[in-house]
């Protein structure tokens, strides 16, 4: 071990003279050094305010994207709710025509309006779709008054789209509380003609038991199964 010792100090002592001049020169070269650092220094400082700078404007406009496209997005919703409330206000004044509660004539793009929206928004599948048209139609026992039943099962359906958009909407959008008035008058008149079509149903002479049953279904796709039931007991009381 001390053989070990002694060995590293001589190899540290030749390696110390044969470098002495080296080590000499050292201090010398390092000389001016602090200069030089300084430079450096400063140049790293200027480089790191040019940085946050560059990162400043990047976030900022980043910030301005964000916000652009936030009312790029709200402009497009209400556009979107416009035509939604637009084709609501169309549909109402259709559905007011057909069941002549307004006095404003159809037009034939009216019509066609009609014919496109019980197509095309058809809420249930009508179990009298398939069923022959004497069914489907008219009381034709002599009375010259009678409802239609797909006619009605149309109007209904339309009446309940328009029901679906205005909850779709908001039931407090200050134009759906401005056409509840209309829609509730739209659903009286349905149920009017239901109970009407419920009379002629009972008293009717051919395919009764079906009619009533195509009148009930009727009632309960708008919700008011419990009034088809005492009207018809009030009918056959």
Same mark, same amino acid.
């Given at each position: ?7 590293l ?51 900022k ?10 009312? *790029? ?21 259709d559905?007011?025509c057909s ?5 404003? *004539? ?104 079906r ?27």
């Open positions: 071990m001390r053989d070990l010792s002694e060995t100090n001589k190899e540290l002592l030749d390696l110390v003279n044969e470098n002495y001049q080296d080590f000499l020169s050292l201090g010398s070269a390092l000389k001016g050094g602090e200069e030089s650092v300084q430079e450096v220094r400063v140049g790293l400082l200027g480089f790191q305010r040019d940085v946050r700078v560059i990162k400043d404007q990047f976030e406009r980043l910030r301005d994207i964000r916000q652009l496209l936030e009312e *790029k997005k709200r402009t497009r919703s209400s556009i979107a709710l416009g035509h939604e409330l637009l084709d609501l206000a169309e549909r109402i004044e559905l007011e069941l002549m509660i307004s006095e404003r *004539k159809p037009s034939t793009q009216d019509q066609a309006h009609d014919t496109d929206s019980g197509a095309s928004h058809t809420l249930f599948e009508s179990e009298s779709d398939n069923s022959d048209d004497e069914y489907l139609v008219d009381d034709t026992d002599g009375n010259a008054a009678a409802v239609s039943l797909r006619r009605l099962e149309r109007q209904i359906q339309q009446y309940l789209y328009i029901k679906m958009t205005a909850s779709h909407v908001g039931e407090r959008h200050p134009f759906i509380v401005t056409q509840q008035d209309r829609i509730s008058n739209i659903k009286r008149t349905l149920l009017l003609d239901l109970k009407t079509a419920l009379n002629q149903a009972e008293h009717s002479v051919k395919n009764r038991e009619r009533l049953l195509t009148v009930m279904r009727l009632y309960d796709l708008i919700g008011e199964s419990t009034d088809a039931v005492s009207a018809l007991r009030a009918l056959k009381s």
